[in-house]
């Protein structure tokens, strides 16, 4: 037993703890009247220099040992411990390792229930005005008010009357009178509520811990009447209200809570009271009211010191005074950081406020354009603070990704990438709240403790896109939710939505997580993506919101402004010049210009850098989302769209209409995986060059599968057809997920209305799109005098194929006007000189790369810019049709290694993201000349129609021709076999055609899928 305790009986010690909380802060610590040591311990006073001066390690080494040492009795601890669990819990919040910060603060708060009533043992004596004379040199409070003198120990009396045992025992008095510092008590039981409510985030509101706390603050008689720990009360009633979110509850108490003794004096709580006010400003956009809210806690709290944590309570105030005072758009130097520095400084010991001031600081300079003296400052912070602890924590992450915005801001691109990268590390190895509090929902619904209808709520909130007040208030809690992969738990979010039939949501979620896997794999979470699209993209693409932000940032970076215009003018230039010229002057002035566009590009990312990682608000135009509703308002009546997910558990299927949808569960993954295998074996699908024997050409073996196939993924288990392709349907749009992006969809062979089966593609024109959003017409016109580049290689490996490209080149150039071949020797890189490509074919074997953005989209580019991750920076805009009849994928294999679909969805996004909005990759490639015509005539007919019917006409002129084995090097022929067409889906199936729903301008379409030549479809 702690010996501070030693010789109290059982019962008088139950007494004693069940009555032990009491007392605020003194001037004068050497005040004992009992001789007693006071509670806490003066050893725990000292370990809060460890955290002043960044040793946060120490620090939890410390606390942790004082709190082994804690007072205990038969109903365990007593209420010492919960200064040692809340300031333990402080530091490992400051570490960023928020599950064990949790966990003290829990404690804490936990320690204080048995204990509530301990102030009706404390001796209350009227306050005085304190005569003590701080040094504050960075202003003084708005208000005439004076400090309260409130003693660092209070008399606290533990213990009673006991009987002592027996017939004829005597009743003696064991009361004992100890020093307790009720103020410290009390004032880590706010910080225990407010840390802990803001780590729990909004599974706050329903914490039973949380609401039992509030729950026995709220009773009437916690504290003796008229005395000054009512005020107290109120602080704490605030801070466990707005924990809560009860924002209309917490003000009041929290303003009562300001003054003690009738408002007559400020106290070592009322620090506390104003940051939470300034936070409550903050949430209101009276970003004005918090910066003074923010700025007079500073002054109690420099006035009551170390003590209390006043360096803390500081570093707190000014961190958000600083956020507050640059949202109210104040210019200058907020006025407060550089003598608050100056002072810890000349302390000594308070480099964890020295730090975090500095940061503040700098970020200041930065924003102001005062790059070098944002930087001196920074360096100054790791020359004074380098070695200290507490840069392994917050503090750290926080100096890195200042110091990543003034790097960025002086040109040095890669340094900035390092720094952001440190930070971002901190922040995703468990410093980001925002992350953890995604976590909690996420181990609630697991475990089974939360309702459907309470996840989907919680998991809307923390799985939000981030917010205009998350860029401004919190950009490295918005960045990191941005770069972490968690699509599990968007996963569980999807479920809950579908167990509560939530169908509507579910298909909008199923659309966020594909958003997710794109912009995760992307720099900075797509933060870059969204501020390109924001910046750069055709007005048609922003509503009214994103417009007025492009304009604020333009109007933020006048240097981002003036190199647009530089670049306009570049583009005007090249332009007007031809894609491609044999004149040598020309070609070096083309050359000379898209190094001035490439040169300025990079300015251009460079500022987009600054930018990214600062605190201005972007939306994420892309990919675009859409409501369910707005979906179905927006499509035709004769069109339809099949949306899948693949989670990690099953496959789900949604038909959307504009009168309704189904819903339904797939078959089971491993089942489905099987039938995609066979149906792609079938087609001849096996290895990437294998040469398929004609007689396997001929065999219409497949078309079991993909009858079986069909009514597997439409039906359920009950036989009841979910997805029917009525005579209405003139369109499909497929959206596709997981494995289901190797399934050629067109083949699946579909009965309608009893009939003999068919392919889907005869049924309905066919198109696929990476998102649901993607489902409805685009907006945008098409260009009108399109160009187009061709790369002219070789479909397949061998000798003699490069005559079969150049013939299937000229073919192409004379139906379509403004085809040129590119030249071996670009005049740039292609990601620069493809911005002035309208369309793109590459008639070559396209090699797939390590990742799904490491391949060449223009195969003869060997250098630097060369890969589709080049393609998505600066400058804006791509080919905005691109098709690939060479390309590869996990189908073309039969889906022998591990194959989910990604290397086709990531590629799609990446070259829409570069502004295509056509793609034609090819699941598996023929090389031959079916693959040729087959991009001919849909390229001809494209600018006349939709893509899905210049697509359709494509597969039934292919059904249709004859084929020429010796003009496909995939077809093995003895020479006794019969003439055949190439109707078997091994030539008309290995493409696909993705569209985000493009029309031609109304003067120039046409009955398009109606053309001259008589067709018959597939199956017919």
Not at 200 to 210: E, M, N, Q, R, S
Not at 314 to 343: C, D, M, Q, T
Not at 424 to 453: A, E, N, P, T
């Amino acid at each position: 037993m702690n010996a501070r305790f030693q010789g109290l009986g059982a019962s008088a010690l139950i007494l004693a703890l069940a009555a032990t909380l009491a007392g605020p802060p003194s001037t004068a610590w050497g005040q004992n009247p009992t001789g007693a040591e006071p509670i806490p311990s003066l050893a725990y006073r000292k370990i809060f220099f460890a955290l002043y001066e960044g040793e946060t390690k120490d620090a939890i080494r410390g606390f942790e040992s004082e709190g082994r040492g804690a007072i205990k009795g038969v109903n365990g601890r007593w209420i010492d411990s919960i200064c040692y669990h809340c300031m333990t819990g402080e530091s490992y919040y400051q570490m960023g390792v928020p599950a064990e910060a949790l966990k003290h603060f829990r404690l804490a708060l936990q320690q204080y229930l048995p204990y509530a009533d301990f102030m009706h043992r404390v001796e209350w004596r009227p306050l005085r005005g304190s005569n003590r004379r701080v040094n504050i040199t960075w202003g003084g409070p708005k208000n005439v008010v004076a400090y309260a003198d409130i003693p660092g120990r209070m008399s606290m009396t533990l213990g009673g009357l006991q009987k002592v045992p027996g017939p004829q025992g005597p009743i003696i008095s064991n009361a004992r009178v100890v020093p307790i510092d009720v103020t410290e008590i009390v004032r880590c039981l706010a910080h225990s509520i407010r840390r802990y409510g803001e780590l729990l985030g909004p599974t706050a509101a329903d914490d039973p811990v949380l609401r039992d706390v509030l729950a026995v603050l709220a009773k009437k008689g916690v504290v003796p009447v008229n005395t000054w720990g009512e005020a107290w009360i109120d602080v704490l009633l605030g801070c466990a209200f707005r924990a809560q979110g009860k924002i209309g509850d917490a003000v009041p108490h929290l303003k009562r809570g300001l003054f003690v003794q009738g408002g007559e004096f400020y106290h070592p709580l009322t620090s506390v009271a104003m940051i939470e006010l300034g936070l409550v400003a903050i949430g209101d956009s009276d970003f004005k009211g918090a910066a003074g809210w923010f700025e007079e806690a500073t002054y109690p709290a420099a006035f009551y010191g170390d003590e209390y944590a006043g360096p803390l309570v500081i570093e707190e105030a000014l961190h958000y005074g600083y956020i507050a005072f640059h949202l109210s758009n104040r210019k200058g130097v907020y006025p407060i950081l550089e003598p608050v520095a100056a002072w810890a400084r000349q302390r000594g010991d308070y480099k964890h406020l020295y730090a975090s001031v500095m940061c503040s600081a700098a970020e200041n300079l930065a924003a102001l354009g005062q790059t070098a003296k944002a930087a001196q400052l920074l360096l100054d912070v790791r020359a004074w603070c380098n070695k200290k602890q507490m840069m392994l924590g917050r503090t750290g992450a926080r100096w890195n990704h200042v110091t990543a915005i003034t790097q960025y801001q002086q040109g040095h691109v890669a340094a900035g990438d390092d720094s952001m990268a440190a930070a971002l590390k901190f922040m995703q190895s468990g410093g980001s709240l925002w992350m953890f509090h995604i976590g909690l929902v996420d181990d609630l619904y697991r475990s089974g403790k939360l309702k459907d209808r309470v996840a989907c709520t919680l998991y809307e909130r923390v799985l939000r896109d981030p917010l205009s007040a998350d860029w401004m208030i919190q950009p490295l809690e918005a960045l990191s939710v941005l770069v972490a992969p968690h699509e599990l738990v968007f996963e569980h979010w999807f479920e809950a939505n579908m167990a509560r039939q939530e169908v509507e949501r579910a298909i909008e979620i199923t659309d966020i997580i594909r958003r997710h896997r794109f912009l995760v794999s992307t720099q900075f979470g797509g933060r870059s993506i969204a501020l390109r699209w924001l910046l750069e993209s055709p007005p048609e693409v922003l509503d009214q919101k994103a417009a007025l932000m492009r304009r604020d940032i333009f109007l933020q970076y006048p240097e981002y402004e003036a190199r647009n215009v530089q670049v306009k003018q570049v583009r005007a230039h090249l332009s007007a010049m031809p894609l491609v010229n044999d004149d040598p002057a020309i070609k070096k002035a083309q050359a000379e210009a898209l190094a001035s566009l490439a040169k300025l590009s990079l300015e251009q990312e460079a500022l987009l850098r600054q930018i990214a990682v600062r605190r201005e608000p972007a939306p994420l135009v892309f990919p675009p989302l859409a409501s369910t509703k707005s979906l179905q308002q927006s499509l035709p009546d004769n069109q339809a769209a099949l949306i899948f997910y693949a989670s990690s558990r099953a496959v789900y299927g949604f038909m959307l209409s504009k009168t309704g949808y189904n819903a339904w569960r797939v078959i089971k993954p491993k089942d489905l995986a099987n039938l995609v295998k066979r149906l792609l074996r079938d087609m001849g699908n096996y290895e990437t060059n294998r040469a398929v024997p004609l007689p396997e050409l001929a065999d219409d073996a497949w078309k079991k599968t993909a009858t079986q196939l069909a009514e597997e993924m439409f039906r359920t288990s009950g036989g009841v057809q979910r997805a029917q392709i009525g005579p209405n349907v003139q369109e499909l749009v497929i959206v596709p997920d997981g494995l289901l992006w190797y399934l050629p969809f067109e083949s699946l062979h579909v009965s309608v209305g009893g009939q003999e089966p068919k392919p889907l593609i005869s049924l309905a024109r066919i198109r696929y799109a990476p998102f649901a959003s993607m489902v409805s017409v685009d907006p945008r016109a098409r260009r009108r005098a399109a160009n187009t580049a061709v790369v002219v290689g070789r479909l397949f490996p061998g000798a003699g194929r490069d005559g079969q490209a150049r013939a299937a080149f000229d073919e192409l150039s004379q139906a379509m006007p403004g085809t040129v071949a590119l030249q071996n020797d670009l005049p740039g890189p292609s990601s620069v000189y493809s911005a002035f490509f309208d369309r793109l074919v590459v008639l070559d074997d396209v090699a797939p790369g390590d990742t799904p953005y490491t391949w060449t989209p223009v195969t003869t580019d060997k250098g630097v810019g060369a890969t589709l991750d080049s393609w998505l920076p600066l400058p804006w805009g791509g080919p905005e049709q691109v098709l690939f009849p060479g390309f590869h994928t996990q189908a073309e294999n039969a889906l022998k290694e591990r194959a989910d679909g990604s290397e086709v969805f990531h590629s799609v996004c990446g070259l829409m993201a570069s502004g295509a909005r056509t793609v034609v990759l090819a699941r598996w490639r023929t090389g031959g000349k079916s693959s040729y015509d087959q991009i001919r005539e849909f390229t001809q007919e494209f600018p006349h129609s939709t893509a899905s019917e210049a697509w359709q006409r494509s597969v039934f002129l292919a059904f249709d021709a004859d084929l020429v084995p010796d003009q496909e090097p995939r077809v093995q022929v003895t020479g006794n076999e019969a003439a055949v067409k190439t109707n078997h889906p091994f030539f008309w199936a290995g493409m696909m055609m993705v569209d985000t729903g493009t029309v031609p301008p109304k003067d120039d379409a046409n009955t398009a899928g109606q053309p001259a030549k008589a067709q018959r479809p597939p199956g017919g």
